[in-house]
């Protein structure tokens, strides 16, 4: 569940079009996920988080599915708004919390 | 929410000195911090895990003796650069969590250490 220093994949969305940002873990001892929006030079943000004993939670305009089998994870965003452009993380831990590792990250553009 | 502080935002250092980075849980005792740093259009990259009154445990690859972490309190969590050097240039993140077992980690607003 390390994270990977590659450069991050984009995604263009008008505005009004629902988004989906997809995140893959490898760590099977992984239970509990977070997505993070994070701002040019700011820390990230918490969105809305996961356990590993659901496979679905919604937020305000937001949706994380979970799919244990094949170790997948997506951030789904209704009505995008342009300010909603900003990189996204998903990030895992298992129930020690020791480590917070972060996937490699979406840059979402939200086109006006 | 609970909030995380960070300072400095931004530090700029000459080669060859030392810079110190702190991380503070203003309202809540923050059983484990974690310093990530960040390059340019890339993902956190874990450094350390720091549990208060404990050593740090590193991640593969990182320098303990470079980057000197110290978790002295419940609610302060320092990182030292030492000795940076130009490639030490980056953006250096803290996160802190109330306990440790599945928890939200609240993030610092990062500091963006530039080494000349």
């Known amino acids: 569940g390390e994270s990977v220093g590659l450069h991050l994949p984009t995604l263009s969305v008008q505005e009004g079009d629902n988004s989906i940002i997809n995140c893959a873990y490898s760590?099977?001892?992984?239970?509990?996920f977070i997505w993070y929006k994070q701002e040019s030079g700011k820390g990230p943000q918490f969105i809305i988080d996961?356990?590993?004993?659901?496979d679905k939670r919604q937020g305000q305009r937001v949706t994380v599915l979970l799919n244990k089998t094949v170790k997948h994870l997506s951030l789904q965003i209704a009505a995008t708004q342009p300010g909603d452009s900003a990189v996204y993380f998903c990030?895992?831990?298992?129930?020690?919390?020791?480590?917070?590792?972060f996937g490699t990250g979406t840059s979402l553009t939200v086109i006006p | 929410g609970a909030v995380v502080s960070q300072h400095p935002s931004w530090v700029i250092c000459k080669s060859g000195t030392s810079v110190k980075i702190e991380c503070r849980s203003l309202?809540?005792?923050?059983?484990?911090m974690f310093w990530y740093r960040q390059f340019p259009k890339q993902s956190l990259m874990l450094m350390a895990t720091s549990n208060e009154g404990s050593k740090a445990t590193y991640e593969q690859g990182v320098e303990k003796d470079k980057f000197l972490i110290n978790h002295a309190s419940l609610t302060l969590s320092t990182l030292t650069v030492t000795s940076a050097h130009p490639e030490d240039s980056s953006f250096y993140i803290c996160?802190?969590?109330?306990?440790?077992?599945?928890?939200?980690?609240?993030f610092g607003q990062g500091t963006r250490l530039t080494v000349v």
């Open positions: 996160s802190a969590i109330r306990d440790r077992r599945n928890t939200e980690a609240f």
């Open positions: 996961i356990r590993s004993n659901m």
């Open positions: 309202d809540f005792q923050a059983t484990t």
């Open positions: 990030a895992e831990t298992d129930n020690t919390g020791n480590q917070f590792y």
């Open positions: 760590n099977s001892a992984s239970d509990y």
